[in-house]
């Protein structure tokens, strides 16, 4: 059984550019969920997606974008981006909306 | 929104010391999963527990919701041990949507 992946593993951009992160979820996984993690920090809520619609949302701006595909892999998209984006940003994959959920290794975005 | 208190912030243990780890959390939740993330940013999980106590080889876990907090205990601490503990907790934020909410975490060195 193939567990979450990410893709990249790292990323440098510039401010004001736009990224797009990928998410490939566990066999048998129809939700995603995203978390960007600043150093020193827990983990935040960026939004889920079920079922290839968005599911809830956490306290980001509309910069922040996603898509969920009929194979249940997951984009995120991050729009003009700012220094402070610069962060780990880790997709999990679950059974539904409210189970067990599983980390894929992370992306690790830097800003300059 | 919910408060999630991780304690002690960081822990420093000899090899084969035992440790208990707290989260308390300010409001019901629906579940809960403790975390260990490796030096390389990988969440691992370690116990989903909403309720009542695990046990995975040297590690456990108790969760008492009616009074708002978890514990993880690690005996016969390894120095592969080492890393952040985080706890989160899973709350429903509306129309179908469940989210993790985590703490700062612990950070855990254990020395040969």
């Known amino acids: 059984e193939t567990g979450v992946t990410q893709s990249p593993t790292h990323l440098i951009k510039t401010r004001g550019q736009q990224v797009t992160l990928r998410c490939s979820s566990q066999?048998?996984?129809?939700?995603v969920s995203w978390y960007q993690q600043a150093l020193g920090q827990g983990p935040q809520f960026i939004f889920q997606?079920?079922?290839?619609?968005?599911?809830g949302r956490g306290n980001f701006p509309p910069r922040f974008s996603g898509l969920q595909f009929p194979n249940y892999s997951s984009e995120l998209n991050v729009n003009a981006l700012e220094l402070d984006d610069s962060a780990l940003y880790l997709c999990a994959s679950s059974l539904s909306t409210t189970s067990e959920q599983y980390f894929g290794p992370g992306t690790r975005l830097t800003v300059t | 929104g919910i408060q999630v208190e991780q304690s002690p912030p960081d822990l420093i243990l000899q090899e084969g010391a035992n440790s208990t780890l707290r989260c308390n959390f300010s409001d019901s939740v629906n579940n809960l999963q403790w975390f260990h993330q490796n030096p390389w940013g990988q969440l691992i999980n370690l116990f989903y527990?909403?309720?009542g106590t695990k046990q995975n080889g040297r590690l456990s876990a108790t969760t008492v919701a009616t009074e708002r907090y978890s514990l993880l205990y690690i005996s016969s601490s390894q120095t592969t041990d080492s890393g952040v503990y985080f706890c989160a907790v899973e709350i429903y934020s509306g129309a179908g949507s469940y989210q993790l909410t985590f703490g700062k975490g612990t950070k855990l060195s254990v020395i040969p």
């Open positions: 527990i909403p309720s």
């Open positions: 997606y079920y079922r290839e619609e968005e599911n």
């Open positions: 066999s048998g996984h129809n939700t």
